[in-house]
């Protein structure tokens, strides 16, 4: 239940002509306190309530736990969510034995893109893309549930 993971923009759109599959997600936050963070996403036609708490100092790793929830019951926890909702899209590109998850994002983050990819561990190696640019891991801002209080559009 530690998931690792490291983020970074995007330098291109190239990922788009890789992408194995595209799914827009709405998601929403009933608690973004740094200590423990709840999700309720709408990932295509499926729902998920999430857990995540405090990342690490260097932001790698945090416990996150999920659990499949229907549609219905994730429209009805985003209507009493805190304001900010995210709207985005995500494009899953497989590179050699690693997924990259690119979230294109619209509304307030409209212009903003980036890049994730699990780990098994904080040192493992993996072939970084073309369209891959600066490493945003650790950084805060860059948080789904930060950018839902303080979006791309107002920095």
């Known amino acids: 239940m530690i998931e690792i993971e490291r ?5 291109s759109n190239d990922f788009k002509q ?4 595209s799914t827009r997600i709405i998601q929403g936050f009933l608690n973004t ?3 423990r963070t709840v999700r309720v996403r709408l990932k295509g036609d499926k ?3 999430t857990v995540k708490g405090k990342s690490s100092n260097d932001g790698l790793s945090r416990f996150e ?3 499949e929830i229907t549609d219905e019951e994730a429209k009805s926890l985003l209507n009493i969510c805190e304001s900010g909702v995210i709207d985005k899209i995500r494009y899953e590109v497989q590179v050699k034995n690693h997924i990259f998850e690119i979230d294109e994002f619209f509304g307030d983050n ?3 893109i980036i890049a994730e990819v699990e780990l098994n561990s904080e040192h493992e190696t993996f072939v970084k893309p073309g369209w891959l640019g600066e490493e945003v891991t ?4 860059y ?3 930060q950018l839902s209080k303080h979006p791309f559009c107002n920095w």
């Open 7 to 11: 983020k970074f923009l995007v330098a």
């Open 18 to 21: 890789e992408a194995i599959r």
């Open 33 to 35: 306190d740094k200590e």
């Open 47 to 49: 729902g998920f309530l």
């Open 65 to 67: 736990w999920e659990k």
């Open 110 to 112: 409209k212009g903003l």
């Open 138 to 141: 650790g950084d805060v801002k």
């Open 143 to 145: 948080y789904n549930s």
